[in-house]
């Protein structure tokens, strides 16, 4: 089956730490998503990416890292400098980055800093 | 930007009621809209889109909403909820480009026995 996977579904963190979240797409898919959500706010992009080699930071992207070097991967690294990062993160992807179709989500990771 | 308002960040409704969800968003430029649920500690799953075409737009569920460009809004409609509906909505927004997708802050809807 098609689809969005994220690994791992849980993950602790010790402060001052970076950690690795990882997202792969089997869709063919050109354009990728992180996007982190806290109760109460929503989504928040950090992340997007419309082409391999290629990504823009969104409105969080401070304390994230993310690189894009195959078209079915697009992990995303928590570094240090973030401040508050326990959250649920979640990873999409669309067909087209200039073609608007829906988004497909991942089932997330739990992220908890111990 | 686009911002995405769901006005209403709690619904609790009896089961076989109506319901609807509200959705607003600030521009009035060509936009394509989505709605999403989510159920506790998973990802976000369509239940429907409109593109273009018609502005009432059937989804998955028994799920339809109606887009009104002239008020910017874009509610979620049901004629009769189940308790497995119980869950979180997100009403998302995207423009022409690039592909971005604009999220509200989420409807808890709890269907009540």
């Known amino acids: 089956d098609g689809g969005i996977t994220q690994s791992p579904k849980y993950l602790f963190r010790k402060e001052g730490q970076n950690v690795t979240l990882s997202c792969e797409q089997n869709?063919?898919?050109?354009?990728m998503y992180w996007y982190r959500q806290d109760p109460g706010q929503g989504l928040r992009l950090i992340y997007y990416?419309?082409?391999?080699?290629?990504?823009q930071k969104g409105d969080i992207a401070e304390g994230y890292s993310v690189s894009r070097e195959k078209k079915e991967s697009f992990p995303l690294t928590v570094t240090s400098a973030q401040k508050n990062p326990t959250a649920f993160y979640l990873c999409a992807s669309s067909l087209d980055g200039n073609m608007n179709t829906e988004a497909f989500f991942g089932q997330g990771t739990r992220l908890t800093v111990v | 930007a686009q911002s995405v308002t769901q006005l209403d960040s709690q619904v609790p409704v009896f089961e076989e009621a109506p319901v609807e969800l509200r959705c607003n968003y600030s521009s009035s430029v060509s936009v394509y809209l989505f709605w999403y649920v989510q159920y506790p500690n998973q990802g976000l799953q369509l239940l429907l889109k409109?593109?273009?075409?018609?502005?009432l737009v059937k989804g998955i569920n028994g799920f339809e909403a109606e887009f009104n460009k002239s008020q910017t809004s874009f509610h979620l409609r049901k004629p009769s909820v189940h308790i497995s509906d119980t869950a979180e909505y997100f009403c998302?927004?995207?423009?022409?480009?690039?592909?971005?997708?604009?999220f509200g802050t989420g409807t808890s809807l709890t269907v009540i026995p």
């Open positions: 409109y593109l273009s075409g018609s502005t």
């Open positions: 990416s419309q082409i391999v080699n290629d990504f």
């Open positions: 998302a927004v995207s423009e022409m480009l690039p592909n971005q997708f604009y």
């Open positions: 869709l063919n898919h050109d354009a």
